[in-house]
């Protein structure tokens, strides 16, 4: 089987790469990476051997077409992901998600070739803080920022293809993934990263907000058994009931790392920010079998940390310059 991985290079994507080469070695590999802010190159360097890697965007059709055509299937990670950003200058995530989705549509559809989008649990917005109910494959979408519209965007186009012109492609909505080579923009490595380099974490406003947590080989996982058993045209949701508020997940970390639990900053909210997202996974459970491994989320927040307090070489030469954005949105708003 020969698949294109787009977006390979970054954190779910490098992480899915890797496990695939370790648990899959018939399978061939081409990462397809516009190698942006968010990729590390360092993240492959371990199967770089085993892999052809294309540096190009999803939205330029030349080389687009040149990397789908002779594959079996394309997983499609590639995206700009971050919602601060997205607030902040939204263009690239219209650029990429949206339109480049239709041009891996447009390829997939005419070489016929199987598409797996990989899309999140944003697209459906938000649930009140203090209620049962979670997101399924019927939830309407109502997505709140200029990065979950655009997520959703793509999950219509990719509807779209597959009725109109019989595409092979699935869908799947996961929730917020934690684990190693994740950039420090996001909540988790961000916190860890601060307090190994002698900064205070940052709360957004009072840390209520709630997160579903899900260690990314869980997630990969799922993606690989959509692959092997998932129905075509059908979206399946990924989650592993790993509900959590900020405060609760910083306090644990500051905890894991030896640090008073209230040696954070309270920094001002992010513009329309979603209260919380909880998956309910039953459906990708009762019909193809799957089952999240990682339950305990504490034990995945300390290897987490153990991994960035290893690998400074990583993360360290991006961090300051991340930072700094932060710090120039603060005073801007
Ligand atoms: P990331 O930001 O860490 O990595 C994105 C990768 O895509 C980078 O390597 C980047 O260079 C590449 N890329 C960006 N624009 C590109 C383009 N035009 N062409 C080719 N490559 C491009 O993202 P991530 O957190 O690994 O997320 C991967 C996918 O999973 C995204 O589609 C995201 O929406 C989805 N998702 C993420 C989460 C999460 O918690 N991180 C949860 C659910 C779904
Ligand atoms: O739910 C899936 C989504 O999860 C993915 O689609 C996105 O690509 C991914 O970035 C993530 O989105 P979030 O906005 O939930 O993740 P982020 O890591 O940016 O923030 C997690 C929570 O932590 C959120 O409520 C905002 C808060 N936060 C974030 C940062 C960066 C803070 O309190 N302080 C921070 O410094």
């Given at each position: ?8 290079a ?13 648990t ?135 509807r779209?293809?597959v ?28 916190q860890?990263?601060n ?11 009072a ?31 990924i ?27 309270v ?22 079998g799957?089952q ?42």
């Open positions: 089987m020969h698949i294109v991985v787009t977006g390979g970054g954190f779910i994507g490098a992480n899915f790469v890797r496990r695939t080469v370790a899959r070695p018939d399978v061939r590999i081409t990462v397809l990476d516009a190698l942006t802010y968010a990729a590390n190159e360092a993240s492959l360097d371990e199967v770089r051997e085993r892999i052809d890697f294309v540096k190009g965007s999803i939205a330029d059709p030349a080389v687009v077409d040149e990397v789908v055509a002779g594959a079996d299937a394309v997983v499609n990670f590639a995206a700009d992901t971050h919602n601060d950003n997205s607030l902040s200058d939204p263009w690239p995530f219209v650029d990429t998600n949206i339109r480049g989705t239709a041009v891996l549509l447009d390829a997939v559809r005419r070489h016929d070739v199987r598409l797996h989008h990989i899309s999140t649990d944003e697209v459906f917005g938000d649930l009140p803080l203090d209620a049962p109910e979670r997101f399924t494959e019927d939830t309407p979408y109502r997505p709140s920022s200029p990065y979950s519209a655009s997520k959703a965007s793509s999950d219509h186009l990719v779209a293809w009725r109109s012109f019989d595409v092979r492609a699935t869908i799947s909505n996961c929730s917020n993934n934690y684990g190693p080579y994740q950039h420090v923009e996001k909540f988790i490595p961000r860890i990263t307090i190994l380099s002698g900064e205070r974490p940052k709360l957004y406003g840390g209520a907000n709630v997160r579903d947590w899900i260690h990314v080989d869980d997630h990969n996982d799922a993606v690989w058994t959509i692959l092997d058993r998932g129905e075509i045209g059908e979206t399946y949701l989650g592993a009931d790993g509900e959590r508020s900020n405060r609760e997940v910083l306090r644990t970390l500051l905890e894991v790392m030896g640090r008073p639990a209230d040696d954070f900053d920094v001002p909210d992010r513009a329309g920010h979603d209260l919380r997202y909880a998956i309910d996974s039953s459906r990708l459970r009762r019909e193809l799957w999240p491994t990682h339950a305990d989320l504490d034990a995945g927040l300390r290897d987490t940390v153990e991994w960035y307090r290893r690998n400074r070489a990583w993360w360290e030469p991006g961090k300051a310059g991340v930072e700094a954005a932060y710090a120039r949105r603060e005073t801007a708003r």
